[in-house]
């Protein structure tokens, strides 16, 4: 069982646009939630008794902040590789995703937890950043599948223009 492949992007524009806004959006995406971690940690230490933070929140939005900080990067790289038309580079952005969007479905799950942990003193910050990583979980999927599609298109033209054609193994399902 693979990744689906999909024509096209959101069922109406071109797999290379779709991978171009894909890739610039998560590029935003990133940068807004890494500064947004690194915020929420460093100007929100207390809580509403002036306790400080409890250790396991700090830790869950740094590994949140860390993520990030590798999904800037791809992003940015899997722009470069759509333009260029580097398959190369964008299968190990679809396969590194998918490891992150795991990571962030985890990290959503442990938010849960710990949201529910603390359910008597429940704060809109902390359940915004369940819902936040849980959505951006979902949508990953999605924009897997289109990067995936986009990288065998790219090989398919470039095999295409080297006359090289894919045919079925003798004895495969075809």
């Keep these: 069982m693979g990744v689906p492949i999909v024509k096209k992007c959101c069922c109406c524009v071109s797999l290379h646009t779709g991978t171009v806004v894909i890739g610039c959006l998560y590029t935003i995406w990133a940068l807004a939630e890494l500064v947004g971690y690194i915020l929420f940690v460093t100007l929100q230490p207390l809580n509403?008794?002036?306790?400080?933070?409890?250790?396991?929140?700090?830790?869950?939005y740094?590994?949140?902040a860390a993520v990030s900080a590798v999904h800037l990067a791809l992003s940015i790289l899997l722009v470069v590789a759509d333009v260029r038309k580097l398959a190369s580079m964008t299968l190990p952005w679809t396969i590194i995703t998918g490891i992150i969007t795991s990571a962030v479905f985890i990290l959503g799950l442990t938010?849960?937890?710990l949201v529910l942990q603390d359910w008597s003193e429940i704060q809109v910050p902390d359940a915004v950043f369940v819902a936040v990583l849980l959505v951006r979980a979902v949508v990953?999927?999605?924009?897997?599948?289109?990067?995936h599609s986009r990288h065998k298109?790219?090989?398919n033209d470039k095999n295409r223009l080297k006359g090289i054609r894919y045919r079925a193994v003798p004895g495969s399902v075809a």
């Design 140 to 147: 990953s999927a999605y924009c897997i599948v289109v990067v």
């Design 48 to 60: 509403k008794e002036g306790e400080e933070m409890s250790t396991n929140k700090k830790v869950l």
């Design 111 to 113: 938010g849960i937890s």
């Design 153 to 155: 298109e790219i090989m």
């Design 62 to 64: 740094f590994m949140a």
